[in-house]
């Protein structure tokens, strides 16, 4: 796991909603596991709002 993803994970822990979408949506170079690493810790309730801003 590179460095780089773990500043990037401890941003989205400290993000409000609206800004863990903008680091999930704009972050590139992070591998799958990554990514569901950051899914596994956004709030389930708005879910739909990070799957709107994904389409």
């Not at 780089?4 to 409000?16: G, I, L, M, R, Y």
């Not at 979408?21 to 972050?27: F, G, L, P």
């Not at 799958?32 to 739909?48: A, G, I, S």
């Amino acid at each position: 796991m590179n460095s780089n993803f773990e500043q990037v994970k401890q941003q989205f822990k400290a993000a409000d909603v609206d800004e863990k979408i903008r680091i999930y949506t704009t972050t590139k170079g992070l591998t799958v596991e990554e990514f569901k690493e950051l899914l596994r810790m956004f709030p389930l309730q708005h879910l739909d709002k990070l799957e709107r801003a994904m389409a």
